[in-house]
């Protein structure tokens, strides 16, 4: 390979902006990029592990699944007591209340009445009343013990020991030794003196719930580091299944701790920043021409920049699939307004940043490249809308078999392909062919012009050519000659053919202002030029080329329709009245400059061509002999003074693609102004 030294082309000041442009796009990214950078796993119990194999990065437990430790919990709390407390000051504070009540109500209630109740009170509270209205007294038909707290100690009772405040009413009021009193003990409000004695004491019954269950091990098992827990290809079953979604449960756990979030930060700095850095150098190595014009820069790094992102806030928000998204695209614009190999790369750039964002990177990368190379591969020259239509199609196809592909390695059989990931990659195609308004956009912000637009800038019925027709037909002629002759070379020498052709059409626009001055369009023999001096006539040819950047400005033409305007004739001269100038003044001083044109010269392959091709179809008209050897030697003249005039010294043109351009024009001439045979006279 050829050493390339940078040190000669780059300037510091070069440096200084790519490095500034690579860190701007690294933080922007990055910016957006989801914080937990642990892998996902689709985990699906009974099918094949669709991804490589997996090795424990490090120590996990195997956590029991939700059933199997539910069901242990409930297990375990079969033998759970909750503790109870026994208040021994409630029945005779109760009994007490009861005997004062009597005591105003009067004399008519015996002493028998009133000792024969407190008595049954008195009954009742040392059995225990217990609290029905706390949550674990509703419990008491399922537990079937309790632990009852009398001072330090605690002993464990059954419940049936107990009365509730309904039962010991009902006993109170039934009792024997208070028979002959029933209307009057409902007479009297005995729920006011029946109140529980046996509390519920919510948290040492808590504590000891918690340590009941706290007693139950959350793991089966431990995985060590280093230790394979699934091979490709395996079917996940239940032991695996628990497997992996501990390792998942551990691997979140640990990515939320603040130093793994300091790492997954520099490592995702680190990792944009290589992908980011390479290319720059790929773009500054193969393509440096790109950096003279910041724009072309700006757009493929602002495409990489905004589908980054995108995927990055589809990752982390969880909105969409990220096949929702047409990635082709990138490569699209980039192969429509540069080049197939920026664009490729681009796209691969671009790839590889976004899958670390995703649950499925090998899917991703791999559908993706496929995508974004058929794409490539499919639209070499875009120009008509139709195209897209197509592309969009090839790309879906491309995409849908390489995803069915991946799919049949991992899958057990067509019924286990899971087709969520094909509508998604159908969408994909759909907005991909609606990607037309995005290319007009483009256009517009970065300053392209795409073939469609030099198509249909091409169009005869534009008003520009149609006045052309109309009011200069000898250039508008000669417009459409040159456009043939320079079109014809560019596809021989590896030019862009529709942008030499629309340019070449456009080129003498300016002639419109002043189109008698030109003898193309002059009839009958009559030349303007004789009434002027050679400096005035020189001055109106040569604002052809101002006047034409004017009506380009008025009519929206595109900058590199201009281009063409301004350097069709570079910086060389209006050599006829130079000539006649000097000739009828010899003694006298010549300013050039008033014999000049403004130029610039030729900056691209596309403007010298147009400069040879105008050169010898403008030269041609004048032989007349129209011999092989003179239109070789008009053609080879016209050139080779360009060439001397350092006309070409600023475009990226080579002697070897000037030598083919000579062979066009000759053969091309030759064949534009071949003899035709005489037609014999019919004898009468």
Known sequence: ????????????????????????????????????????????????????????????????????????????????????????????????????????????????????????????????????????????????????????????????????????????????????????????????YIAPNVVYDEERSEASKQELLNSIPRASGVVQRGQKIIDRGTIVDEQRYQMLESYTQESERRYKDQSHLSSTVLGEILYVLLLMTGFTIFLSIFRSDYFENMRSVGMIYSLIVVFSVLSSLLVSHNLLHVFFIPFAMVPIFIRVFMDSRTAFMSHVVLVLICACVLQYPLDFIAIELTAGLTAILSLRDLSSRSQLLTTALIVTTASCLMNLALDLIRATGFDSINLSDYNYLIVCGII?????????????????????????????????????????????????????????????IGAKAQLVRTGALYHDIGKLQNPVYFTENQIGGINPHEQLSEIDSAGIIISHVTEGL???????????????????????????????????????????????????????????????????????????????????????RIIDTMLADGFFRECPVTFREIAYSKTVLIEKLKTIYHTRISYPELKK
């Open 1 to 192: 390979m050829k050493h390339i030294n940078l040190k000669a082309t780059l300037t510091w000041r070069d440096v200084l902006q790519r490095v500034l442009l690579v860190l701007a796009t690294v933080t922007v990214i990055v910016w957006f990029m989801p914080r937990d950078a642990y892998q996902y796993y689709k985990i699906e119990l009974g099918t094949p592990w669709r991804y490589a194999d997996l090795t424990a990065p490090f120590d996990f437990p195997i956590y029991k699944s939700e059933a199997t430790l539910q069901a242990e919990c409930d297990s375990a709390l079969i033998d759970y007591e909750p503790y109870y407390t026994y208040n021994a000051e409630v029945g005779p504070v109760k009994v007490r209340e009861f005997v004062q009540d009597c005591e105003k109500k009067g004399p008519y209630l015996s002493a028998v009445f009133k000792n024969n109740v407190a008595n049954s009170l008195y009954s009742l509270y040392e059995r225990g009343i217990i609290d029905t209205k706390t949550p674990v007294g509703g419990e008491a038909d399922t537990t079937h013990l309790l632990r009852l707290v009398t001072g330090k100690i605690a002993q464990s009772k059954k419940t049936s020991e107990f009365l509730t405040e309904k039962q010991a009413y009902e006993s109170l009021v039934n009792d024997d030794a208070l028979r002959g009193f029933r209307d009057v003990l409902i007479e009297m409000n005995l729920n006011d």
């Open 432 to 492: 991909l062919f609606c990607s037309y308004p995005l290319l007009l956009i483009m256009e517009k912000l970065f300053g392209y012009t795409s073939n469609i637009t030099l198509i249909e800038l091409s169009d005869m019925n534009k008003e520009l050519l149609r006045r052309m027709s109309e009011e200069a037909p000898g250039t508008f002629q000669h417009s459409i000659q040159v456009a043939n002759l320079a079109a014809e070379i560019a596809r021989k």
């Open 550 to 636: 004017k009506l380009a400005d008025k009519y929206n033409l595109p900058d590199v329709i201009k281009g063409f305007i301004s350097t069709h004739h570079g910086q060389g001269k209006a050599k006829f009245f130079y000539v006649n100038y000097k000739n009828a003044h010899p003694d006298e001083y010549v300013d050039d400059l008033l014999f000049t044109y403004p130029g610039p010269n030729p900056s691209t392959k596309e403007q010298a061509i147009l400069m040879m091709a105008d050169g010898v179809e403008a030269a041609s008209r004048s032989l007349t002999d129209y011999s092989e050897q003179n239109i070789r030697q008009l053609v080879n």
